[in-house]
């Protein structure tokens, strides 16, 4: 299947167009189905896909407009390979679990169209490519937000499309100044292709600027503090499903695109940025925590953790290590599924009771043990308990930073800490104790299908806190190979000194 990237991008996209001729009755046995295909079209890319090759693979290249160096070009390597696999895993268990009543069908074509961009945007080798996929996916989420949003969806969703635009638009500033810089640099030859930039050499005055132009766009996707304001909006009106996708895949966008662009394209002005990134990485670690214990709303509690554990993600990105990036790509994948599964799991006993105010619950253990059972698995990956998935991320990018900055590194690692009082807090008082409420006595534990959503999930995250290893393996081969581009281009005396590849001569 030469052509496999292709398929993956756009036939969630193609079915979501004769979806419009499909019966609303089976809109959601439809999304279930088409979401099946695309994410067994994804197992067959891992399946065939060489782990001894750290470069792109199952490259797909041809020109759209040959004179300003615009392509269809599309690959594949092992740091975008899980995030894909991750993005059509999550869809599947979103369609399955969804509790959209009203509209469902154009939540289903909705969902699909998302699906597209998604994956578009990791499988993106050229920048435009890239920045059209990155803007088509504000359209369906805006949509997701404001159809089936709470009360404040409109404000929400403006303020989710605003933020992220603006950002986005930055970027693309950058991002014409890097290809003009290529055309000078090779006699008038223009090229989008992110391969060829690599090939590129800056002076620091003009990374640092280039830098901040891509920093700009991919902080506010994470969304690094203080941009990240959007975000408790965006979570609290979402409806349950669009909580799901956007804490899953729709962050890992913005710490992709530092990993993608930012590191190997500028590695002298990345390095100068550490102390400034991991400063920022701390605070959200720390403030964001706070504030999650400080929410009586349990969606919120999930929200504001969210923006904790990417600033793990980010301090691990900016470690320059193998440890500290390979850490950082898996604890994308490791809170795409905890923290989907988290939302999930709000959406549950949201959909039965109406409300999501620790105050309104307590004795749920007692009432909905099986419900009490998998939050309580999420819950521990979530602050990184061993032998769950959240454990193996979180516990490499500390051991890479420890090589940069003991003391900051310190800090971080308070976060395991703070996790765990927020989380355990919620999870006693919804959880233990007395029924508080007596309408609470009458709630319905797990359905058939509610269990075929969780059971997939607890499955991951119990088997990659276990055994990382064929996710791990692959994910740090092309890790070394971004940071062998980086040492090469270094120019800095610093640089050199800080960016570590393992088995560096192999890798040259």
């Known amino acids: 299947m030469s052509n496999i990237l292709t398929i993956l991008v756009f036939f969630p996209a193609l079915a979501g167009l004769l979806g419009f001729v499909i019966d609303k009755n089976s809109a959601r046995v439809y999304g279930v189905a088409i979401a099946t295909v695309e994410f067994i079209?994804?197992?067959?890319?891992?399946?065939?896909?060489?782990?001894?090759?750290?470069?792109?693979?199952?490259?797909?290249?041809?020109?759209?407009?040959?004179?300003f160096g615009i392509s269809y070009y599309l690959g594949v390597d092992g740091i975008s390979l899980f995030l894909v696999v991750m993005t059509t895993f999550m869809t599947l268990i979103g369609m399955i679990s969804m509790s959209v009543k009203d509209e469902i069908k154009n939540m289903v074509i909705t969902l699909l169209f998302l699906e597209m961009t998604m994956v578009g945007v990791f499988l993106a080798l050229d920048?435009?490519?890239?920045?059209?996929?990155?803007?088509?996916?504000?359209v369906p989420m805006l949509y997701i937000i404001g159809a089936w949003g709470g009360p404040l969806r409109v404000y929400a969703s403006i303020k989710?499309?605003?933020?992220?635009?603006?950002?986005?638009?930055?970027?693309?500033?950058?991002?014409?100044?890097?290809?003009y810089s290529f055309s000078q640099?090779?006699?008038?030859?223009?090229?989008?292709?992110?391969?060829?930039?690599?090939a590129l050499g800056f002076d620091m005055k003009y990374q640092i600027g280039l830098f901040l132009a891509f920093f700009i766009g991919f902080a506010i996707k994470v969304p690094m503090f203080p941009f990240h304001t959007w975000l408790p909006y965006a979570h609290g009106q979402a409806p349950t499903i669009g909580s799901v996708i956007l804490a899953a895949v729709l962050l890992k966008m913005g710490t992709y695109g530092f990993v993608r662009f930012s590191l190997p394209m500028f590695p002298d002005a990345s390095v100068l940025m550490i102390l400034p990134i991991a400063i920022i990485s701390i605070i959200m670690i720390i403030y964001t925590a706070m504030v999650a214990y400080a929410q009586e709303d349990m969606k919120q509690v999930?929200?504001?953790?969210?923006?904790?554990?990417?600033?793990i993600v980010m301090l691990g990105i900016f470690a320059m290590n193998s440890e500290g990036i390979s850490g950082s790509v898996f604890q994308m994948l490791s809170h795409g599924i905890v923290s989907g599964a988290l939302f999930m799991l709000v959406g549950v006993i949201y959909d039965r009771t109406h409300t999501k105010y620790m105050k309104d619950f307590g004795g749920l253990a007692s009432i909905m043990p099986r419900y009490a059972l998998v939050?309580?698995?999420?819950?521990?990956?979530?602050?990184?308990?061993?032998?769950?998935?959240?454990?193996?991320?979180?516990f490499l990018v500390l051991i890479g930073f420890y090589k940069v900055?003991?003391?900051l590194t310190i800090l971080a690692g308070t976060s395991i800490i703070l996790g765990a009082v927020y989380m355990l807090t919620l999870f006693k008082r919804s959880f233990f104790g007395p029924v508080t409420n007596e309408a609470n006595k009458k709630l319905k534990d797990l359905n058939a299908n509610e269990l075929v959503s969780f059971i997939p999930l607890v499955a991951v995250v119990v088997?990659?806190?276990?055994?990382?290893k064929p996710v791990l393996s692959i994910i740090d081969n092309s890790v070394n190979y971004t940071l062998s581009i980086m040492e090469k281009k270094a120019m800095t005396p610093e640089a050199k000194n800080i960016i570590i590849v393992k088995n560096s001569k192999e890798a040259k």
């Open 160 to 179: 989710f499309f605003l933020y992220t635009f603006t950002g986005s638009l930055v970027m693309l500033v950058g991002m014409l100044i890097v290809a």
């Open 127 to 138: 920048a435009i490519m890239f920045y059209v996929f990155w803007e088509l996916s504000l």
């Open 463 to 468: 088997w990659l806190g276990i055994y990382p």
């Open 405 to 407: 900055s003991p003391i």
């Open 302 to 311: 999930i929200a504001y953790s969210s923006v904790s554990h990417m600033g």
């Open 375 to 394: 939050f309580g698995i999420m819950l521990m990956a979530s602050v990184g308990l061993p032998l769950t998935i959240g454990f193996v991320g979180e």
């Open 41 to 67: 079209l994804s197992l067959f890319l891992w399946m065939t896909f060489d782990a001894s090759n750290p470069t792109f693979q199952f490259i797909e290249h041809f020109p759209i407009v040959k004179d």
């Open 185 to 198: 640099a090779t006699g008038g030859v223009w090229s989008f292709a992110i391969t060829d930039w690599y």
